[in-house]
């Protein structure tokens, strides 16, 4: 229970003020969805629009149990990014906490727990689009995989597990193989064995390893990744807001100064709020 409370103060309080945004930014989202010259894209947008608030109070109770992420659309159409896009990744964690206190220790303690993840976790991406539909796969089973490998490398780099077990190389083959046969997610194992490579590196000031740390540590990254939570999840209301002011203006005749102006003023903006979320 402990571990619950914490999480839910470090998720909720600055995911309540991006969903409030989400939620007074639905009228200029049915302003995007009726511009003309967003073609394909504004139908979905309106779509999405006249679904959210048709829906209205189920979807404020899913978000507010942070429980949107697993209802498929033929239960709650939309529900995953109805006010906020990005808050599927906090209904993704969210469910992760729900288990966590739970799966970890079996995972420590039993082998054969994670041959019943990858099942579990294999099951619902082949289901996902037969059965039931989730946007961004925000349902934990499909993104389980994702968790255990998360799970394992912190294992390993605590030397819970030994790297060289016939049961550990097992357990990551499997893993691995379950990402890379998704394609597009290749690129995030890819990227994530480069840190760890850079984590257990014993010689951190050597060649790439050397400038990676010091980008990592300048100044200015450093700021964003305190920030980071908060500029992930309000940004987007704010591209909405600064997009919906831009339909039918003058600046709409060049794609390129739309998205200038939208990424500069909703970029600033959205680090600005950020920064008063983290205080």
Known sequence: LPFMVRRWFRLFPAYAVCLLLGFFALGA??????????????TLIR??????????PAHAVAHALMLHGALPNEILPYSTGAFVDAA???S????FYLIAPWLIPLLQRRMWAWGACALIALVGIVANGRLYHFDFAAFLPLKLHYFAIGIL?????????????????GVSAGLFWMVLMRGNEAIPLFLWCVVLGMIW??????GLN???RRFL?????????LISYGFYLCHQPLQIWVRAALVGSAYESSRAQTFAILFAISGVAAIALASLLHI
Do not use: F, Y
Not at 29 to 42: F, K, Q
Not at 47 to 56: G, I, K, N, P, Y
């Open 29 to 42: 989202m049915g302003r995007l969805g009726d511009a003309a010259n967003l073609g394909d894209v504004g």
């Open 47 to 56: 779509s999405r629009w006249v679904q959210t608030e048709d829906h209205l």
């Open 88 to 90: 599927w990744s906090i």
């Open 92 to 95: 993704l964690e969210w469910q």
């Open 153 to 169: 490398s912190w294992m390993l780099h605590s030397r819970r597990l030994p790297l060289e077990s016939p049961a550990t190389i």
């Open 201 to 206: 590196n014993s010689t951190p000031s050597a």
């Open 210 to 212: 050397s400038l990676a």
């Open 217 to 225: 540590c300048w100044g200015p990254m450093l700021k964003m990744g």
